[in-house]
Nanobody
């Protein structure tokens, strides 16, 4: 059974930093692309950042230069380091494991990030 468990969300002031982590189990982690998505109230879920099996990264324009995604295949974890946080970064952040060519797509339960003074 595939499980993705996020941790690290919370409340942070504008301009601050926060790190998210996702631990995967039940999958051969290294063969999946890993991503972070977010969903703010009343908005659609959107891709924040993705790291491929080969280590290539892709970011939403809104977070480029502020967020960094990384993966550790030895520990089956993917992390998202967020800095210079803005109130508009407030959302539930979801960990995602995907292998689109074969139609595999798994989600974590989400972790709340709130950026507010």
């Amino acid at each position: 059974q595939v499980q993705l468990v996020e941790s690290g969300g919370g409340l942070v002031q504008p301009g601050g930093s926060l790190g998210l982590s996702c631990a995967a189990s039940g999958v051969i982690f290294s063969i999946y692309n890993m991503a972070w998505y977010r969903q703010a109230p009343g908005k659609q879920r959107e891709l924040v950042a993705e790291v491929t099996t080969g280590g290539k990264t892709n970011y939403a324009n809104s977070v480029k230069g502020r967020f960094t995604i990384s993966r550790d295949n030895a520990k089956n974890t993917v992390s998202l380091q967020m800095s210079i946080l803005k109130p508009e970064d407030t959302a539930v952040y979801y960990c995602n494991a995907n292998w689109r060519a074969l139609g595999y797509n798994y989600w974590g339960q989400g972790t709340q990030v709130t950026v507010s003074s």
